[in-house]
């Protein structure tokens, strides 16, 4: 590792800084939120940008209004394959959300860039592309490759993404993947839960509200069904191999990263009831109750477990059937990895603190690559009004995760 390179790649970021935020602040005005999903303009903005410098884009859009693109250069020298993922869609606004600079303008105020996606994850794929391009120009000074997927899809573990290019595309498997999910400064994610989505109907035969002896209610057997699903938060979930200790370890770092009480469920299932619908008049006895649950597994936990649990539950309600919408599984790699001390060296070097390995309680795309037992971490900036009104992302944070995953690569591809 040469110690001017890096310091040329520093100074490179101070020098681009108005540039990087325009692209930024034009990235969020580009809008793609999924649903529906057409993220054409906001690829679109990419590609621009890597074909100025003359880098070879490819799309890859099994569905055109999804596209995926996919840039790669090898260095003269044989090495390791790095593979930067991050995603272009983003949530949906809400017409009852009210924000302050308007979700769509990408508005520089208050030391902060403003929109829906500043945070997830459209300053992350930003950190993405400035890394390729700027180590692109580095190219003849590294070893192995370095690939670049801006992916669409993402926001509703939707299939046409980065599930579509590990599924058809070996080539941006690589040997390690680097993404830049919102997390925090002051976490890296080797790990994440899974969520499995479940919906339960009940139905009875309903009745007059007056005859409650001729009926069972639907609505209040789903109250006690979803009282008994409760329990699940109780099941003894311990971590697998070493990564117990570390996850207890650093439950203050998780609490500031995640807010306080997050390290208490990193290790647990936890059960959230999205929706509860049933009843159609308030003086009729409800013939049906439809709930939709979303249990987070923690990692280490199988499927086949928790079903059982559910299974017995379940023996209590004959009047209830349960239908499966999503399940994917919790995933972690080694937080011994040499990407791990890379990340954490580099923090440190740039601002003096040594972020903790943890677990994240949401999902991102790093699991397809986890599934498939390549190390995958995220380092991003916090999640500030992620997916809610008023998301934004700080600007010095923007700049530290870019100079973060630019160091790192640059590590990882030298070293
Ligand atoms: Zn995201």
């Not at 090495?79 to 949906?92: A, M, Y």
């Not at 001390?341 to 972020?355: C, H, M, Q, T, Y």
């Not at 008023?390 to 010095?396: G, I, P, T």
Request: hydrophobic share 35%; charged share 25%; with cysteine.
């Amino acid at each position: 590792m040469n110690d001017k390179t890096r310091q040329l790649l520093l100074e490179q970021v101070d020098a681009d800084k108005d540039e990087l935020l325009s692209f930024l602040s034009d990235f969020v005005r580009a809008k793609s939120p999924n649903p529906p999903g057409d993220t054409r303009d906001a690829a679109a903005h990419v590609r621009a940008r890597l074909e100025a410098e003359g880098i070879d884009v490819r799309t890859i859009d099994p569905r055109p209004e999804f596209p995926n693109l996919v840039a790669s250069f090898e260095g003269p020298a044989a090495g390791k394959h790095l593979v930067l993922n991050g995603h272009i869609d983003v949530f949906p606004v809400l017409d009852s959300e009210t924000w302050r600079y308007g979700p769509w303008t990408g508005e520089l105020a208050e030391g902060k860039l403003w929109g829906r996606g500043a945070c997830d994850m459209k300053c992350g794929t930003t950190c993405s592309v400035f890394t390729f391009i700027y180590l692109h120009r580095l190219r003849d000074q590294l070893k192995g490759r370095l690939t670049l997927t801006a992916v669409s899809d993402e926001e509703t573990f939707g299939p046409w993404g980065a599930r579509y290019l590990m599924e058809h595309h070996p080539e941006v498997h690589g040997d390690c993947c680097l993404n830049a999910e919102p997390s925090s400064p002051l976490t890296i994610r080797f790990a994440e839960k899974g969520p499995l989505w479940l919906r339960f109907t009940v139905r009875t035969n309903g009745g007059h509200a007056a005859y409650t002896h001729t009926s069972e209610s639907a609505t209040k057997i789903g109250a006690q069904l979803v009282a008994d699903l409760e329990t699940l938060t109780d099941l003894d979930t311990p971590a697998p191999g070493n990564v117990g200790p570390l996850i207890t370890r650093h439950s203050e770092d998780t609490n500031r990263a995640l807010g306080e009480g997050a390290a208490d469920i990193v290790q647990k299932l936890t059960v959230n009831i999205g929706t509860f619908n049933g009843g159609v008049k308030v003086n009729m006895i409800p013939s049906e109750c439809v709930i939709e649950a979303d249990i987070r597994f923690p990692i280490g936990v199988e499927q086949s477990t928790v079903m059982e649990r559910i299974g017995e539950i379940l023996q209590a309600y004959p009047q209830v059937s349960m239908e499966e919408l999503l399940f994917n599984p919790p995933n972690w790699c080694s937080p011994e990895h040499e990407m791990m001390d890379i990340l954490k060296s580099n923090v440190e070097a740039l601002r003096g603190f040594r972020p903790a390995p943890v677990s994240s309680l949401g999902g991102t795309d790093a699991r397809l690559w986890r599934y498939r037992d390549i190390p995958a971490f995220v380092y991003g900036p916090y999640p500030s009004g992620m997916g809610s009104a008023n998301e934004h992302v700080d600007v010095e944070d923007f700049f530290h995760v870019l100079r973060t995953h630019l160091l790192s690569a640059y590590d990882y591809l030298s070293g």
